[in-house]
């Protein structure tokens, strides 16, 4: 068995991808037919409730600011009645309105506001106190209500040690936010900040058979990229030999029109990048923005997902599943690779940095076999790029680690006694039918895959945004039904950690913009900790980072560029 590892949830933004996730793996818990392939148990607490009923709750650290988590507190968990732990438990659930309907769920906009509501009425519910049932919840979900804090859709239960809330911080507002780098460097160099976050990670690590390692997803736009620079180091210097996967999240829309707070979001994004790839076995830009750099570009689409860009609570939901289906390599049950393995199949030569490759939903037909797919895709594989570079499609990589999931073993199977009409039509196995396309499309690249018959729960309070072409299944109708079509319960997905030269565009990009800001003109990013020198020497760290994917051609550009700088 490869082990258990815990996860650090750093910021606002990694709170809704995490929500979402773990509510994608509370689904999966309530398909027993499916729960064989993914240990639960690799991110996830087993215990007994009252009745004798195995839960889970997640092995998580997550660290907020004040207001960041609504009704939600530090002993908090979700909608439903709480489990009964050999520790303190406590549920925190909002009251449902005078009209008796239930909080509302469906996302929060970038720009808004306020995330706390003042006056908001809420209970503090122990023991086996009844709750909002789940249908109630989904109902408001897909209507279009406002929900403002990931906890107003988390629904899975949290450890009293998960939530550390920061009060020196606001989660939002026009002052006391956390803005810069610095700032987010200098809470962890707080001694107390320090000892509650030691104290929560030793309870964790202490509890498992065997850690494997940690998962820290982190807000990469604001001051979290600080934090999580030091939780990194602190992790790298005391666990030494773990895997260390981080995962850098930027919501879908920023406010461009804002000059300051795109200058914080570019400087931010630049030095998380440097320092969590540094302190990271393995380290992944996660995001629906078409750019990290100065200019927007148009959000990343699917041609069966109908989302607002501008809803937290959609873009992490798609950033969810990508997450959950990219990190099964080291959840099998029947595999034996870990965190470190993974990582060390993808970062050799000096390229920790990964582009992360998803399709959500995999355009799978309804009755046609794996290869009858795939065949429909030879010249370019049908999934978009998940981590903010203009370029969605790639012709090569050195390596990269792929996962298929939600198509039936028997898949391959097209119509017996039928001559096979390609290649893949001659391969007996639906690894065998990954593997073999993986190769023609990417001659020459160091590729692992996986293929399960699990897929992608999508049960409440997961968005229902799908294309009326979706089957309930998640597979894809040759045409829109003539009646009116059932809720999506589960998709198949396709998703792909890649080493690839497109992280030479996506990093040498951000050096570009960076490197022509004039910087004298925001003193106080520099005030909160950042010494101009240091910023100077991570600016390089990220240009030598950059050309760790060149190829060629992209080398003798950039020397081009040097010479004319």
């Given at each position: 068995m490869p082990g258990e590892a815990v996860t650090l949830q750093l910021g606002?933004?990694?709170?809704?991808?995490?929500?979402?996730w773990w509510g994608l793996q509370d689904a999966a818990l309530r398909s027993p037919a499916e729960a064989a392939e993914l240990r639960a148990a690799a991110l996830l607490r087993p215990g007994r409730a009252a009745g004798g009923r195995e839960t889970y709750t997640p092995?998580?650290?997550?660290?907020?600011?004040?207001?960041?988590?609504?009704?939600?507190?530090?002993?908090?968990?979700?909608?439903?009645?709480p489990v009964a732990w050999d520790g303190e438990v406590a549920a925190y659930l909002e009251c449902a309105s005078a009209g008796g309907s239930a909080p509302r769920d469906a996302g929060r906009r970038t720009e808004d506001a306020s995330s706390e509501r003042r006056g908001r009425p809420s209970a503090a519910v122990q023991g086996t106190s009844p709750a909002p049932s789940r249908l109630a919840v989904s109902q408001e979900v897909y209507s279009g209500g406002s929900t403002q804090v990931w906890s107003d859709y988390l629904n899975v239960h949290l450890h009293p040690k998960s939530l550390y809330v920061i009060h020196q911080y606001m989660h939002d507002g026009e002052c006391g936010c956390l803005e810069a780098f610095g700032q987010g460097e200098s809470l962890l160099r707080d001694p107390g900040c320090i000892e509650e976050l030691e104290d929560r990670l030793h309870f964790y690590v202490e509890e498992c058979d065997y850690l494997q390692g940690f998962q820290v997803l982190c807000d990469l736009h604001n001051g979290f990229s600080g934090v999580g620079a030091k939780v990194t180091e602190l992790l790298y210097d005391e666990y030494s030999g773990k895997g260390i996967l981080t995962w850098g999240l930027t919501p879908a829309t920023s406010n461009v029109g804002e000059s300051q707070k795109n200058f914080y979001r570019l400087m931010n994004t630049a030095l998380g990048i440097v320092h969590l790839s540094s302190h990271s076995s393995l380290f992944c830009p996660l995001s629906l923005s078409g750019s990290l750099g100065i200019k927007p570009q148009p959000p990343v689409t699917f041609p069966y997902i109908n989302y607002d860009a501008s809803l937290n609570y959609h873009s992490s939901a798609i950033l969810a599943a990508a997450l959950d289906t990219l990190t099964a390599p080291y959840r099998l049950g029947a595999s034996q690779a870990s965190m470190m393995h993974l990582a060390e199949t993808l970062n050799f030569s000096g390229r920790k940095v990964v582009a992360a490759w998803a399709s959500v939903p995999f355009p799978a037909l309804r009755g046609y076999s794996l290869p009858d797919t795939l065949c429909?895709?030879?010249q370019d594989v049908p999934w978009k790029l998940l981590s903010s570079s203009r370029e969605q499609k790639v012709t090569c990589c050195f390596a990269q680690s792929v996962v298929l999931r939600g198509i039936c073993k028997e898949s391959h199977i097209s119509c017996p006694g039928k001559q096979p009409t390609s290649p893949l039509h001659t391969c007996e196995s639906t690894e065998q039918i990954l593997q073999h396309y993986l190769h023609t499309m990417f001659p020459g690249a160091f590729s692992?895959?996986?293929?399960?018959?699990?897929?992608?729960?999508?049960l409440p309070p997961y968005p229902q945004f799908f294309s009326p072409l979706l089957t309930r299944q998640g597979f894809l109708l040759d045409k829109p039904p003539s009646y009116s079509p059932a809720a999506v319960d589960s998709i198949p997905?396709?998703?792909?950690?890649?080493?690839?030269?497109?992280?030479?565009?996506?990093?040498?990009?951000?050096?570009?913009?960076?490197?022509?800001?004039?910087?004298r003109r925001w003193a106080s990013f520099f005030s909160a900790g950042v010494e101009q020198d240091e910023f100077q020497e991570?600016?390089?760290?990220?240009?030598?980072?950059?050309?760790?994917?060149?190829?060629?051609?992209?080398?003798?550009?950039?020397?081009?560029e040097a010479d004319s700088d």
């Amino acid at each position: 068995m490869p082990g258990e590892a815990v996860t650090l949830q750093l910021g606002h933004y990694a709170g809704c991808v995490g929500a979402h996730w773990w509510g994608l793996q509370d689904a999966a818990l309530r398909s027993p037919a499916e729960a064989a392939e993914l240990r639960a148990a690799a991110l996830l607490r087993p215990g007994r409730a009252a009745g004798g009923r195995e839960t889970y709750t997640p092995r998580l650290v997550a660290l907020e600011l004040k207001g960041g988590v609504g009704a939600l507190r530090p002993g908090g968990a979700g909608p439903e009645a709480p489990v009964a732990w050999d520790g303190e438990v406590a549920a925190y659930l909002e009251c449902a309105s005078a009209g008796g309907s239930a909080p509302r769920d469906a996302g929060r906009r970038t720009e808004d506001a306020s995330s706390e509501r003042r006056g908001r009425p809420s209970a503090a519910v122990q023991g086996t106190s009844p709750a909002p049932s789940r249908l109630a919840v989904s109902q408001e979900v897909y209507s279009g209500g406002s929900t403002q804090v990931w906890s107003d859709y988390l629904n899975v239960h949290l450890h009293p040690k998960s939530l550390y809330v920061i009060h020196q911080y606001m989660h939002d507002g026009e002052c006391g936010c956390l803005e810069a780098f610095g700032q987010g460097e200098s809470l962890l160099r707080d001694p107390g900040c320090i000892e509650e976050l030691e104290d929560r990670l030793h309870f964790y690590v202490e509890e498992c058979d065997y850690l494997q390692g940690f998962q820290v997803l982190c807000d990469l736009h604001n001051g979290f990229s600080g934090v999580g620079a030091k939780v990194t180091e602190l992790l790298y210097d005391e666990y030494s030999g773990k895997g260390i996967l981080t995962w850098g999240l930027t919501p879908a829309t920023s406010n461009v029109g804002e000059s300051q707070k795109n200058f914080y979001r570019l400087m931010n994004t630049a030095l998380g990048i440097v320092h969590l790839s540094s302190h990271s076995s393995l380290f992944c830009p996660l995001s629906l923005s078409g750019s990290l750099g100065i200019k927007p570009q148009p959000p990343v689409t699917f041609p069966y997902i109908n989302y607002d860009a501008s809803l937290n609570y959609h873009s992490s939901a798609i950033l969810a599943a990508a997450l959950d289906t990219l990190t099964a390599p080291y959840r099998l049950g029947a595999s034996q690779a870990s965190m470190m393995h993974l990582a060390e199949t993808l970062n050799f030569s000096g390229r920790k940095v990964v582009a992360a490759w998803a399709s959500v939903p995999f355009p799978a037909l309804r009755g046609y076999s794996l290869p009858d797919t795939l065949c429909a895709y030879q010249q370019d594989v049908p999934w978009k790029l998940l981590s903010s570079s203009r370029e969605q499609k790639v012709t090569c990589c050195f390596a990269q680690s792929v996962v298929l999931r939600g198509i039936c073993k028997e898949s391959h199977i097209s119509c017996p006694g039928k001559q096979p009409t390609s290649p893949l039509h001659t391969c007996e196995s639906t690894e065998q039918i990954l593997q073999h396309y993986l190769h023609t499309m990417f001659p020459g690249a160091f590729s692992t895959s996986h293929v399960l018959e699990q897929p992608c729960n999508t049960l409440p309070p997961y968005p229902q945004f799908f294309s009326p072409l979706l089957t309930r299944q998640g597979f894809l109708l040759d045409k829109p039904p003539s009646y009116s079509p059932a809720a999506v319960d589960s998709i198949p997905v396709l998703a792909a950690l890649q080493s690839s030269p497109v992280l030479h565009t996506l990093l040498y990009s951000l050096y570009k913009d960076v490197q022509k800001l004039n910087t004298r003109r925001w003193a106080s990013f520099f005030s909160a900790g950042v010494e101009q020198d240091e910023f100077q020497e991570a600016l390089q760290e990220l240009r030598t980072l950059s050309q760790c994917y060149e190829t060629g051609f992209e080398a003798d550009e950039s020397e081009e560029e040097a010479d004319s700088d």
